[in-house]
């Protein structure tokens, strides 16, 4: 009963360094997405993939990239980290776009 | 403009009482709102998810109310457990893709 899966679960960074944070879904879903948690702040999606093959920008994508490896796979990486990308990170799947989305347990990152 | 918007913006309660928590939505078309729950330091997790036809849903001790007309809904709590503390976060789904409009939550603590 895994679910969405994030590695890691922590890292920190130095400002310039670059990073990929992975996610993995075992519940054979086709959309995926990437959102950032700030404090005081809602959800705010990053990238998403609404199915094996395509990807997509959500309303923050500026210093971020994507790539769906395979259906279960979906990974972001930051290619020249900054202290304003420091956030708590959230992988989530579903079946397909306007099903429920669940979640991994995210990756704490920090920048300094 | 579309937005989630979600009141008190915190609540300490005693064990065993009841609270309600509160949720404005400005997102048009609508189709449907979802309540989750996220535990600290864990992602969130769906409680419910209320469509347009649907004025009132329960789980368990959690009972969720929607009033399309008004765009309000509600999230009423009965007899708080200690596990109750979270933050819950109601979130409106918009656009072709069904992308999602995260409110910035309810931090709820429940003390013994």
């Known amino acids: 009963n895994a679910g969405v899966t994030q590695t890691p679960k922590f890292q920190v960074l130095k400002t310039g360094q670059s990073m990929t944070l992975q996610c993995a879904q075992d519940?054979?879903?086709?959309?995926m997405y990437w959102y950032r948690q700030d404090p005081g702040m809602g959800l705010r999606l990053i990238y998403y993939?609404?199915?094996?093959?395509?990807?997509d920008k959500g309303e923050v994508p500026n210093g971020y990239n994507v790539s769906r490896l395979n259906k279960r796979e979906f990974s972001l990486r930051l290619e020249s980290a900054a202290p304003s990308q420091t956030s708590v990170y959230f992988c989530a799947s579903s079946e397909r776009a306007h099903q429920p989305q669940h979640f991994g347990d995210g990756t704490r990152l920090s920048i300094l | 403009k579309n937005q989630v918007e979600q009141s008190p913006q915190s609540l300490i309660i005693l064990e065993g009482k009841n609270c309600t928590l509160q949720?404005?939505?400005?997102?048009?078309?609508?189709?449907?709102l979802r309540w989750y729950k996220q535990d600290t330091g864990r992602g969130p997790v769906s409680l419910t998810i209320m469509t347009f036809s649907e004025n009132t849903k329960s789980n368990g001790r959690y009972t969720a109310t929607l009033d399309a007309d008004t765009k309000q809904s509600s999230l009423h709590i009965t007899a708080s457990q200690l596990s109750d503390s979270a933050s819950y976060i109601c979130v409106v789904p918009f656009g072709s893709q069904g992308n999602l409009i995260f409110g910035k939550g309810t931090k709820l603590s429940v003390k013994p």
């Open positions: 993939s609404a199915s094996e093959g395509t990807t």
């Open positions: 949720c404005n939505y400005t997102v048009s078309p609508f189709s449907n």
């Open positions: 519940m054979n879903h086709n959309s």
